[in-house]
């Protein structure tokens, strides 16, 4: 089962390095890694192409935002499972596609997904919260839940049976994409109960209260344009929850 893994990069040679590496020392023997650049200024394409035959294919050009930067990549992808890596994020282990592929290979999965370990910058160590994916299913849409888009893996027909990302959302397309394929129930798939990502903190879902209100806007329009019959107060409601991934780690 070929594997394809879409990176999005814009000026970011302090992190891209360790999410190259992680997609380089997997065990799993066919793995398309796809970089798809915004026209970067720094020195994040010198670091990509160091890897030589480690990355597929690079695109580098000025581009829309984050998710047409990840459509470009879907369009590039030629793997029987499609996966989003983001260019602050590592995949935990070397065996991570090996465990995804065989799993979906196996059950025949649709999708699948898992956690998500978060690290504050400088200190890549320390996990300093869990994103725990279990409490999404199609109902929890409603109140917001959705799986840790990391580490969502998917297979080709997917995308082309529902489409790609939403480019005029700024915050919330991942979520949008989610509840668009997830909402008719239609989808087979499996959660794995262990963290296959690790994530940065500080990024556009964690960067602080403006971004926090946008993010619930644009969750209460996705439902809105898919259906889904929710409120504030559904949305709001799973931040007490949220809270508790700093203290269960």
Known sequence: MKVSIITATYNSAATVGRTLKSVREQTHPDIEHIIVDGAS?????????????HVAKVVSEKDRGIYDAMNKGIALATGDVIGLLNSDDFLVNPDTIATIAHTMQEEGLDALYGDVG??????????????????????????????????????????????????????????????RIFHEGRLKYRYLPSVLVRMQMGGASTGGWRSNLLLNQETLRACRENGISTNWFKILSKYPLKMLEFARR
Not at 41 to 53: F, H, R
Not at 149 to 164: A, C, D, I
């Open 118 to 179: 978060f690290f504050q910058p400088g200190n890549i160590e320390k996990t300093v919260r869990r994103y725990r994916s279990n409490r999404f299913s199609p109902k929890a849409l409603a109140w917001g839940w959705m799986p840790a888009h990391p580490t969502l893996y998917l297979r080709r027909e997917v995308y082309e049976r529902f489409g790609v990302f939403k480019t005029d959302y700024r915050i919330a397309g991942d979520y949008e994409f989610v509840a």
């Open 41 to 53: 200024k720094d020195n994040t394409l010198a670091i990509v192409a160091a890897e030589g035959p």
